[in-house]
């Protein structure tokens, strides 16, 4: 064959290729409100950096050669932002997007390139889990499983998943194995679908019971954020990305940061009710000290009582984990504890600071939270950090009581330094509650019992107020809240020392999921 027949053959392949599944299908797709996988990669990326491999791939299952374009993955290199990612596509035109054998081999070996070179991963979720041709029989299940680099892992370059579509079987996995997911109102992650439950166990579901984004939002915390659509969930990815290094084996990057903000800082004075029992909303306290005014949420649907979000402070990214007293007072349970450690787990696997804001009445405790075994969660969230070696900084705003004292970075938890406002109560519990256990006889005998409680709760009050243990080097300093994002930045200057905050990574391999 001569060269120009060659290339004419080359051409002819490729924009075969290219079609996915047809003019059909991928009408069907968008008759369906989604965007193809060609366009999810387009839109995503910044435009024209997109460099695909194995495009001409296709399904090693006789017969089916000419019906599986690119075998149903559409991976390969670009860039965000100008920093090199790696990008994994399932084509929902190509078979449902179900996975075959080659599709497969072709996503690993991106993946395994993108560990390698030090490029975060993105896969682009639609699919109906593995191909049954493919799959089915001892070669074929021998051959197709997910394989031990998903358990060897260890963070080594961010990972991100999106869900936008139904997504069985191989996304769900990629979701569960990520460091962020984001699922699209209307998409649905699981095991298997609906048909195979009806099949199966003679089940009806539908798509949103069985894993709709309210359930993992905010009941499984499997899903870090929902999009209200595809374009919005490439917007979030994006902004995810920067926050963090391209791999573990940089810092983040940083980004100028705004201007002078210390009129700024003294709403903070505003902020913090007189009235000590008055709720307000952390996010205030959080807005009013990071750069712009600007931060990224992590599960925020998933245990309110706790923010975990990502910030920027002087240009550094920074995680804050903060107690809000918005809901359940503060007061974490089970799933706040998971919370607190998987992003923990984040932000020390990626050199990200962590920033600590008490106001908790301790945990949440009752039948409730013993059936989803408490003890173990809140000893998790402490070895979590125990182990974690970011520059830590924690501050106490208002009542920080009990156990949770503890997990929230108070003494003896290894911070760097630790903080508190002079609004500060820090004891086992409420002065209200402690004054009626320990005072009780001797209210009870008082000529005049509201007084005698009055003058118990004033000592109690008094006890817990940060003055003792500020006298007692417990406290690095009662600090004035105007003066927090000053002391802040000065505290992570140093914390940061010669290596520039880079931690060991010791939670690297905690699992991803819980």
């Known amino acids: 064959m001569s060269m120009n027949r060659a290339i004419e053959e080359l051409i002819k392949r490729r924009e075969k290729a290219l079609e996915m599944g047809g003019p059909d299908k991928v009408a069907r797709q968008h008759e369906r409100g989604h965007l193809t996988a060609r366009e999810r990669i387009e839109r995503l990326l910044d435009p024209g950096s997109f460099f ?19 075998d149903g993955k559409i991976d390969g290199f670009g860039a965000i932002d100008g920093r090199p990612v790696a990008v994994r596509a399932n084509d929902n035109t190509v078979m449902a997007g179900s996975g075959g054998r080659i599709g497969g081999q072709k996503s690993r070996r991106v993946s395994r390139m993108a560990v390698e070179k ?32 998903y358990g060897l892992r260890g963070r080594r370059v961010p990972q991100v998943a999106t869900i936008m579509g139904e997504c069985f079987g191989d996304p769900s996995w990629a979701a569960a194995a990520s460091d962020f997911v984001v699922q699209v109102k209307g998409s649905c992650m699981a095991v298997s679908g609906p048909r195979v439950l009806e099949i199966a166990k003679s089940e009806n579901v539908t798509n949103e019971t069985l894993g709709g984004w309210k359930l ?22 994006r902004d995810f990305l920067s926050y963090l290094p391209s791999s573990a084996e940089d810092l983040p990057p940083r980004v100028p940061a705004d201007g002078d903000s210390g009129p700024r800082q003294k709403k903070m004075l505003e902020i913090l009710p007189e009235q000590s029992n008055r709720v307000y909303d952390m996010h205030r306290v959080i ?5 712009g005014e600007c931060i990224f949420p992590i599960k925020p649907d998933f245990d309110r009582s706790v923010i975990t979000c990502l910030a920027r402070i002087d240009g550094h990214s ?36 962590l920033i600590f804001l008490h106001d908790t009445p301790g945990f949440l405790v009752g039948p409730d939270a013993e059936k989803k075994r408490m003890p173990g969660k809140i000893i998790n969230f402490i070895e979590a950090l125990g182990y974690a070696t970011v520059p830590k900084v924690s501050i106490v705003v208002r009542k920080s009581y009990g156990m949770a004292y503890g997990n929230m970075g108070g003494s003896n938890m290894g911070v760097d330094f630790l903080y508190a406002w002079p609004t500060a109560d820090i004891s086992f519990m409420a002065p209200e509650v402690a004054a009626n256990v ?9 000529a005049d019992p509201e007084a005698a409680r009055a003058e118990a709760i004033a000592e109690m009050r008094l006890a817990s107020a940060p003055w003792r243990a500020a006298g007692l080097g417990l406290l690095d300093d009662v600090i004035d809240p105007a003066q927090t994002r000053a002391v802040i930045i000065r505290s992570l200057e140093l914390a940061r020392g010669n290596s520039g905050g880079r931690s060991q990574r010791l939670l690297a391999h905690w699992p991803t999921t819980f």
């Open 287 to 291: 807005k009013t000290l990071v750069d």
């Open 118 to 149: 030090g490029y975060p991963i993105i896969n682009l979720g639609e699919a109906g889990g593995a191909r049954i041709p493919d799959i089915q029989g001892s070669d074929g299940l021998s051959t197709m499983t997910i394989g031990r680099e």
């Open 52 to 70: 695909e491999i194995g495009l001409l791939v296709h399904s090693d299952v006789p017969g089916m050669e000419d019906k599986t374009a690119a």
């Open 438 to 446: 320990v005072y009780a006889a001797k209210i009870a005998g008082a």
């Open 216 to 237: 993992h939002a905010e009941v499984t915390g499997q899903i870090d954020r929902a999009a209200e659509d595809e374009v919005h969930a490439f917007e979030i990815v």
């Open 318 to 353: 920074v995680g804050f984990i903060a107690n809000n007293p918005m809901h359940m007072a503060g007061a974490m349970g089970p799933d706040g504890c998971d919370k607190c450690v998987s992003f923990i787990c984040l932000c020390d696997s990626y050199h990200v600071p």
